[in-house]
Structure formats: C-alpha cells, structure tokens
C-alpha cells in the first residue's frame, strides 16, 4: 500500500458483508442489521447484493453511507457502477471488494481512482503474488474460505485458522479472512496476522446483531 493509500487504511478488524436473505428472515433490512452491528463494534462493513437489481443495491448502500459513522469504512461488492453512483450522489464510500472474476484491478482503478480503496478475494499463493504485485494497487485481500460456507456457492476449500495464516503470512498487504468466521476464530485470528475478520451469517443471521457484533469485537480486542 502506497502512503496515499495509507493515509486512509481502514480498520478492517470486524468485517461485516451484508446478507440480504438472512436479514429479512429475521424480520429486519439491511440497514438497520448494519446500523444495530455497529453499535456493537463492527469497524467496516461491505454491502453485497448477489441478487438483487442495481437501483435497490443503489438505494442500500446509499442508506448506509448516510447513517454509518465517519470511523466505519463501506465497500461495494463487485459493483463498481454501484460505487460509482453511490459517490456521485453524495455517499460516503469508501471503495470497492471484487473477486478473481471480476474486473481486472487496473479496470477497476482507472474507474474508481486512486483515492478508492480496492479489495480482492485471493485464494492461492499465486492469486495472493498478484495482488501484492498489482501495479494498479490492491489495498487488502480477502482469504477464504476459513470455514466451509453457505453463503458463498462458489468458495473455495477449508483453509482452516493453519492454512490462513500459511497464506497470509508472505504477503505484504492487510488480509481479512472469510467463510463461516465465528467470534471463537478471532483471537485465533490475529495471532496468524490477520487484519480482521469478515463475517456473514455469525451478524446477519443472528437474533442479536448488536450483541454477536459486540461478541465478535470482543473477541478480536482480547476483552472477551
């Protein structure tokens, strides 16, 4: 990461991706699980919307941006025609996590610009040399899948906390870990050099999302 970059690196420590399905079976919106997981200590937080049209993914992330406080970063996943409206509208966002079949990084830099931060889901030693290796910068990653998932019909194998830290530990930029994260793996976590973990089910599907973003934040701060 370049000082510019650096200049804004977010804290990626509790790492919310909303599940729009599992917050509606909750009887709740994805705005108000984001509002009530940062109230228990989630520091960023990616909007994904696997299924939904691009005006409603728009109308989310652009309800998001207006509540979350200043100290909580907010991705767009995939989209970046999503990142791109929700910024000319006024929204507060923060950058952009794509996957390996995604825009290339360097399409995805020259739309975003250099201020944005780009995020990039790795799964090899090979995808994680890239990444650091990009000359249009990636600014973190994120490996997966720790545990096997649901949420993600494509992930990749188990890694496990061992075969995480196996990944991580080359490579130079912040990675968060992915794929049925639970409060239990966070220490776990940072011990193999983590910068955070990103959870779906564990805040989205939770009865208490305040409660299991505080158990999680808890658990990483060692004050558990």
Sequence with gaps: MNDSAAAVRPDLSVYLVTDAAQAAACARDVPGTVAEAVAGGVTAVQVREKDGAARDFLETVVRIAAVLPERVALFVNDRVDVYLAARAAGARVTGVHVGQSDLPVAAVRGL?????VIGLSAATEEELRAAAEEPARVDYVGIGALHATRTKADAPPELGIEGFGRLASPTPLPAVAIGGVTAA????????????????????????????????????????
């Design 185 to 224: 793996d966070m220490a776990p976590l940072r011990a193999a050099g983590a910068a955070g973990g990103a959870v779906v089910s564990g805040i989205c599907a939770a009865a208490e999302p305040r409660a299991a973003a505080r158990a999680y934040a808890a658990a990483w701060a060692g004050t558990d």
């Design 112 to 116: 975003v610009g250099p201020d944005a």
